[in-house]
């Protein structure tokens, strides 16, 4: 495997599972030290074993994206040990799908404040360093953000705002040469595209336009996409979007 993470050090949310464990996982593949955090110890325990027989020095912590003070304390920590950081990636979600009239005021908040707020306070939190580094920002979007996606008036508005927030800091920090790029996923083999997430009585027309053309792949195909934007590969890509979703809105 090309070593494109020889020397930097990335921060990734959301490690203990799926997209965000496959993307440590490549990370420290390529070279990277890696400092990861989730709020599932158990899961994230796994990765970082796996980082470490991937041969990387890694640092795991609890962080919820919900809260500024872990996310200043955790980004903090990760400078004082590794003395710099070059990549966060934003990955943490979760996804709530039901009919739009169910969907009460509290579960909507709880999706923005974890999918779209937490990726605001992280970035907010490394840029200081990246800019110092010269480094980017991933941030995980959603297929959700380009097309209408049923039952997910709540996750597709939370995904719309991460693509905005992305093109923002792009313009904002292109010219202190931080890049801020994201990925839109379609449907990914994880725990969050599993089964019981699709209210009972759905219709499935609607959900088939949002079917993948393609069978679903498993997480380490966005991760390959995370780690090219991430890396000097894309050194010339800033705002940018990047599906990953078989040719799903193609
Ligand atoms: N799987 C898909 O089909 C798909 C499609 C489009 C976008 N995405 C996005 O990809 C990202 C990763 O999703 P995944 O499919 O790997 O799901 P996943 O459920 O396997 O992983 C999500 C991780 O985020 C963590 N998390 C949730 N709330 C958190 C919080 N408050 N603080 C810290 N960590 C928290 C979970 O513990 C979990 O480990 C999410 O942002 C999701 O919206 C996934």
Redesign the pocket.
């Known amino acids: 495997m090309v070593k494109r993470f020889e020397g930097k050090v990335a921060f990734v949310?959301?490690a203990?599972?799926?997209?965000?464990r496959a993307t440590a996982l490549r990370l420290a593949s390529e070279g990277a030290s890696v400092y990861i955090?989730?709020?599932?110890l158990d899961?994230l325990e796994e990765t970082s074993k796996l980082c470490e027989q991937a041969g990387a020095s890694v640092v795991s912590a609890r962080?919820?994206?919900?809260s500024e003070e872990e996310i200043r304390s955790n980004i903090a920590a990760c400078v004082e040990r590794f003395g710099r950081l070059d990549t966060l990636c934003n990955?943490?979600?979760?996804?709530l799908l039901d009919h739009f009239d169910n969907i009460t005021v509290d579960q909507f908040r709880r999706v923005l404040e974890?999918?779209l707020v937490?990726t605001f306070m992280l970035s907010q939190a490394a840029l200081p360093h990246l800019i110092e580094s010269k480094g980017s920002i991933v941030n995980?979007s959603?297929?959700s953000a380009l097309a209408g996606m049923p039952y997910g008036a709540a996750y597709g508005t939370s995904?719309g705002g991460v693509s905005a927030l992305t093109r923002t800091l792009a313009v904002e920090f292109g010219k202190r040469g931080v890049r801020c790029n994201a990925v839109n996923?379609?449907?990914?083999q994880?725990?969050?595209?599993g089964p019981g997430v699709v209210p009972d009585d759905a219709d499935v027309a609607l959900i088939a336009r949002a079917a993948p053309l393609d069978q679903a792949r498993g997480?380490e195909v966005v991760a390959a996409a995370i780690a090219m934007l991430a890396s000097d590969d894309g050194i010339h890509i800033n705002g940018e979007e990047i599906r990953v979703d078989g040719g799903t809105l193609a």
């Open positions: 949310t959301g203990a599972a799926g997209i965000g955090v989730d709020v599932a899961g962080c919820d994206v919900t990955i943490a979600g979760i996804l974890v999918n937490g995980t959603s297929t995904k996923p379609g449907s990914i994880t725990a969050m595209s997480p």
